[in-house]
């Protein structure tokens, strides 16, 4: 396996790009060997400029639900693109995806589209002190929302004014949420949360009904908004919004990445209460309302409704969770995975309450080797692409790739 070419256009990056890349998409801080560029995908993989094939469990961060390349929404994607996409004005489609997503997530009664997931979240802070004209909100530590001024986890170019407002608690712990609702005193604007814990470097948490009930009572005591934000997890728990699972309805969600399985667009969906607010505040962007991506929405739409991508997803993430419960049991090494298993994390626990991260890289680089792209630190997703031949290559590979682990016992 050779990254001759990705090597090449890393160094050309260098010189034209700062850092030769920037954001989450990064390799900076993964391993050496993977590779920062792609040219081609479809399905469950991927192909890097050298020719070498990956099945892909990052999905390109979470847009792919339904697989690359998925042929009928990619059709009615290429075919509004001919007829009309960014222009003067909205498409009939907005109408359309709008009714839609009413249709398909109990807790909303309007949508607005944008374009990335940092737009939908900021667009949902924005409506939420709106709401009452309230400045506090709650944000759960460590949980990733965006790379706008107020949620961008790194402060460079920030200054400390742009989240002054932010009052951080611990997801899944009723005693924090209430504290810090009890800090914003009667300022308090919106809580957000996550539809589980999915931050990274640290196992992932399910959300426990009773921080999720408390935070819903909170905000109606409050008169405050409940803000989930979707954007990672949603349609990959449920085919409405996640809390739904626990009988949580939010005020507001946020949702990008998935919506269109791959092409632009997000959206914040929310209830009645929290419309006219909606209605007040100045949002807007060149592209947001460009067709194509609400065609390919729309697609996406129905085949959720009407396929069992959702139950196909969570059987691979079973298959692939078992498996790996299965070598490690057989290599006697502890391996933690946590998450739903169609997002699953995967790390090696160090024995003292943390995660060896060595052992995750090199465990990471074993797998690429071997055609299958894992992430040591962040969550992943399963795509409903993805089929049990690919599990069970990914099995053999983590298996091989277990034995050769140079800092363990096996
Ligand atoms: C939970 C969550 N919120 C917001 C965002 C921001 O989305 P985007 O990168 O599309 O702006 C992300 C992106 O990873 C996310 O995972």
Redesign the pocket.
């Known amino acids: 396996m050779t990254l001759e070419n990705d090597k090449q256009l890393r160094h050309r990056a260098e010189k034209v790009i700062p850092n030769g890349m920037y954001g ?1 998409q990064s390799v900076l801080l993964l391993p050496p060997e993977t590779p920062q560029f792609f040219s081609k995908a479809k399905g469950a993989y991927l192909w890097d400029p050298d020719g070498n094939r990956y099945i892909d469990y990052l999905c390109g ?2 847009p792919q639900l339904l697989g690359y390349g998925h042929e009928e929404v990619d059709e009615a994607y290429i075919r509004q693109l001919k007829q009309i996409d960014v222009a003067t004005g909205p498409t009939p489609l907005m109408v359309d995806l709008a009714e839609a997503w009413v249709g398909l997530v109990d807790h909303a009664d309007w949508a607005m589209f944008c374009k ?4 939908a ?1 900021t667009i949902a802070l924005m409506t939420a002190r709106a709401y009452r004209g309230r400045k506090k909100v709650l944000i759960a530590q460590g ?5 706008a001024n107020w949620c961008t986890p790194f402060p460079d170019g920030t200054v400390p004014d742009d989240r002054a407002h932010l009052i951080s608690y611990t997801y899944n712990d009723v005693a924090s949420l209430e504290a810090a609702v009890e800090e914003a005193g009667d300022d308090l604007a919106a809580i957000f949360a ?1 539809p589980f814990k ?1 931050d990274v470097l640290t196992e992932q948490q399910l959300p426990d009904p009773a921080y999720a009930k408390r935070a819903r009572a909170l905000c109606d005591e409050k008169d405050a908004l409940l803000i989930v ?1 979707e ?3 949603g349609l990959r728990i449920a085919r409405d919004a996640s809390w739904s699972l626990i009988g949580v309805k939010p005020d507001l969600t ?1 949702w ?2 998935s919506l269109a399985n791959g092409h632009p667009i ?1 959206a914040l969906l929310g209830n009645d209460k929290a419309k006219e607010a909606a209605g007040k505040i100045y949002v807007t962007g060149s592209f947001w309302f460009a067709g194509a991506a609400m065609a390919a929405s729309m697609v996406t739409l129905k085949l959720i409704r009407e396929s069992n991508y959702l139950e196909h997803m969570i059987a691979m993430g079973d298959r692939l969770r078992a498996g790996l419960n299965e070598i490690a049991e057989r290599r006697g090494i502890e391996i933690s995975q946590t998450g739903p298993s169609q997002m699953p994390l995967i790390m090696f626990p160090d024995g003292a309450g943390g995660f060896n991260m060595e052992i995750g890289y090199e465990f990471t680089t074993g797998l690429m080797r071997r055609g299958v792209y894992f992430h040591p630190w962040h969550n992943m997703f399963i795509s409903a692409a993805m089929t049990a031949d690919d599990i069970d290559l990914t099995l053999t590979a983590a298996d091989e790739a277990i034995t050769s682990l140079s800092h363990i016992a096996v």
């Open positions: 989450h961060y979470g990335n997931g940092t737009d979240t949980a990733y929302h965006g790379a996550s999915h934000d954007i990672r997890a946020s990008g990445k997000s």
